[in-house]
């Protein structure tokens, strides 16, 4: 058996993405998700990659999650930080809700998974954690106060702790995508695509999903080892950091 990587909010979107070209590059593969059941049904039943339901905003629940999963595939050696959400709003509208519920998953969620396969990382001298963080985490967005703070706090939390794996042979990076043709982004107004955001891009188009899981499978390789703490900025031209 390879190497065992798991994904969270890995069987939609970008997180599907991730999941297949792990499994492609012939990892075995976990992907978690929150609450969607039926895409997760038909996520494994199209690629036989198994998932696994739990909210990262949940400490006690990524710690049973984490144990199903190596119980059942193995101790884990590769983490996808990718599960978010949104909940945008002006700043003068926004709720504590709003704010808390992003914070606690696209933030706090980093911390939870991520100490759940710490200490199995160091014994055995060698893991991989990439954080999918975002160019409004780099740049800033009107209407994101909450995601933009998490997606910030999530490059910080990559340079922190890649400093305390290096000698471990650990490696904790970030990518943070631009503009990626998922589901969400693609039901956009095709007038407000083509008027306001694509012309924001100087490549001209929107990012594939398998764009952003190339870079998630080259920072998870064995021989990635001396790129650590370090920020992939995908998004087309579109912002320099």
């Known amino acids: 058996m390879g190497r065992v990587a798991l994904v969270t909010g890995g069987s939609r979107g970008i997180g599907a993405a991730i999941s297949k070209a792990l499994k492609d590059a012939g990892y075995t593969v976990a992907a978690n ?22 909210s990262v905003a949940d400490y006690d ?41 992003v914070i606690d998953t696209n933030l706090t969620g980093l911390f939870n998974m991520s100490h759940g396969v710490w200490n199995g990382m160091r014994e055995r001298k060698f893991g991989r954690i990439v954080n999918i963080s975002s160019i409004n985490g780099q740049k800033g967005q009107a209407g994101q106060a909450n995601y933009s703070a998490a997606k910030a706090g999530d490059l910080g939390f990559t340079r922190a702790l890649a400093q305390e794996g290096a000698r471990a042979g650990i490696t904790v990076n970030a990518i943070c995508p631009g ?63």
């Open 33 to 54: 998700y929150a609450g969607n059941d039926e895409a997760a049904k038909a996520f494994t039943a199209e690629t036989g990659i198994k998932t696994f339901k739990w």
């Open 61 to 101: 629940a990524c710690a049973e999650g984490i144990k199903a999963v190596e119980a059942d595939l193995g101790p884990v050696d590769v983490l996808v930080n990718n599960a978010g959400i949104t909940r945008d709003a002006m700043f003068h509208k926004m709720t504590p809700q709003q704010w808390k519920e």
């Open 179 to 241: 503009y990626i043709g998922t589901e969400m982004v693609r039901a956009i107004d095709e007038k407000v695509l083509k008027e306001r955001i694509l012309p924001l891009i100087p490549v001209g188009r929107l990012g594939e999903p398998e764009e952003i899981a190339r870079a998630v499978v080259f920072l998870s390789a064995d021989d990635a080892g001396f790129i650590t703490g370090s920020t992939i900025s995908a998004n087309g031209g579109q912002y320099f950091l």
